[in-house]
């Protein structure tokens, strides 16, 4: 993304795949609707702290929001256990990894059960 403009479009792109309004994204992103509206409209630039703000309510992550169109959803669950992951320290963060890496070493590669 090069300039304002594209921001702006991948903010609508977004909004529209989420059926998401002005006013609902505003107050799933915690800003003031007319914010939100000047800038859909054009007569303003998001600042870094307001973009940080859209990610928040369009459930993505800033990274996400510059990849483009390879969005990945994340189910209930998988948002479930992200935000325990999150609040694990590094030794329990670890366990959990080999652990994961222990179920997907007893998947077979092949499509056969093992």
Same mark, same amino acid.
């Given at each position: +993304?090069? $300039?304002?403009? !594209? @921001?702006?479009?991948? =903010?609508?792109?977004?909004? $529209? ?5 002005? *006013?609902? #994204?505003?107050?799933?992103?915690? #800003? ?6 000047? +800038? ?6 998001? &600042? #870094? ?6 990610? %928040?309510?369009? !459930? ?10 390879? =969005? @990945?959803? #994340?189910?209930?669950?998988?948002? !479930?256990? =992200? /935000? =325990?992951?999150?609040?694990? $320290?590094?030794? /329990? ?5 080999? *652990?994961? /890496? ?6 077979? &590669?092949?499509? %056969?059960? %093992?």
């Amino acid at each position: +993304m090069d $300039n304002a403009n !594209e @921001v702006v479009d991948r =903010i609508c792109k977004l909004c $529209n795949d989420k059926n998401m309004t002005t *006013y609902q #994204l505003s107050k799933a992103s915690e #800003l003031p609707e007319t914010t939100v509206y000047n +800038m859909m409209q054009r007569k303003s630039i998001p &600042t #870094l702290p307001i973009l940080f703000s859209i990610c %928040k309510g369009l !459930e993505i992550t800033p990274a996400q929001f510059f990849m483009e169109d390879q =969005i @990945v959803e #994340l189910s209930e669950s998988e948002r !479930e256990i =992200i /935000q =325990i992951y999150r609040t694990l $320290n590094v030794l /329990q963060r670890d366990r959990v990894a080999a *652990y994961f /890496q222990s179920i997907k070493d007893m998947l077979p &590669t092949d499509g %056969k059960k %093992k």
